[in-house]
């Protein structure tokens, strides 16, 4: 799944920085309060990097608390971020956000929600211990706390993880729907277009109810389709379909020609194009369940 939203997360203190307040109240001598906060930030060459507005905020010695986060990131990926209430610590340059948290990509519409939201800036991880929920055109994925860096391009999810991911295009004829459920962690990685999901994983195909069961499962998507390209399961490999289970030790799955090969317990390799399911959610033999006295598949045991 393509999961690319450029998180914004201001550099404060890595670039030239332009302050405007449409009303000031001075509260105390180590205190001040601004309505109409707007903060900007400058690349090196004088081009706008990023903004910050809010409502009010509410400057300190030691930080900025902001209501109503509307900030803007202007680079490569550019992307907006919405939050109730924010601070950020003028020492080290952290920030936290909380309270309808919202990052959303403006090329692409891939939309991350939470309720708190942390910056390190140091480390250059954002992290947050709350529910998170990742949303495009592919699917949606949702999971109990986060860490990744700032452009989200490498992203785990600590547990509880569900991912429902669609097989083609949304309204394609072809297209199913495939939910992913793991206790996590999952990760991704959106410049190898590479998923893992870790511990107790179930995949089920909607439209059939077939389901997949392992350890581990991996998934490597195409760059150019998004299709799923290839899918290694490791670990307690239990395949199901209507009555029949299929039981081994690793299960690999080429997107392109569509093979499904089953090692251990034994070894199983059989072609699964031409039926209702798509890609490794195919039945058995590639077809809908034949007779009993249907030739089977071609099946190779192993020692």
């Not at 708190?116 to 947050?128: A, E, G, M, Q």
């Not at 598949?297 to 192993?302: E, K, R, Y």
């Amino acid at each position: 799944m393509k999961i690319k939203i450029s998180l914004l997360l201001f550099a404060f203190a890595l670039s030239p920085l332009v302050c405007r307040a449409d009303q000031t109240t001075e509260s105390s001598p180590s205190s001040q309060q601004l309505q109409g906060f707007n903060l900007n930030g400058y690349s090196n060459t004088g081009e706008k990097a990023w903004d910050v507005n809010g409502t009010k905020a509410d400057i300190s010695d030691t930080n900025i608390q902001i209501t109503n986060v509307d900030a803007n990131f202007y680079g490569k990926e550019q992307a907006n971020l919405t939050a109730d209430h924010g601070v950020i610590n003028k020492t080290n340059g952290n920030v936290n956000l909380k309270d309808n948290v919202v990052i959303t990509s403006k090329d692409r519409g891939t939309q991350m929600t939470t309720d708190t939201l942390d910056w390190n800036r140091n480390k250059d991880l954002v992290s947050t211990k709350d529910p998170v929920k990742i949303v495009d055109d592919q699917g949606v994925v949702t999971g109990v706390g986060m860490l990744a860096h700032p452009n989200l391009k490498k992203t785990q999810i600590n547990k509880h993880v569900k991912a429902t991911v669609h097989t083609q295009q949304q309204g394609e004829p072809d297209d199913q729907i495939i939910t992913i459920t793991s206790d996590g962690p999952m990760q991704m990685n959106q410049s190898t277009m590479y998923a893992v999901f870790n511990d107790h994983v179930i995949a089920i195909e909607a439209s059939t109810g077939r389901e997949l069961h392992c350890d581990k499962m991996e998934v490597w998507f195409n760059q150019a389709t998004k299709k799923i390209k290839k899918t290694i399961c490791t670990g307690h490999v239990i395949a199901i379909q209507g009555p029949d289970i299929s039981n081994a030790d690793k299960m690999i799955y080429e997107g392109d020609t569509q093979l499904l090969t089953m090692i251990g317990r034994p070894k199983i390799v059989f072609v699964t194009g031409g039926g209702k399911g798509q890609g490794m959610f195919q039945p058995l033999g590639g077809g809908e369940k034949k007779s009993r006295k249907s030739p089977e598949p071609s099946v190779t045991t192993t020692p």
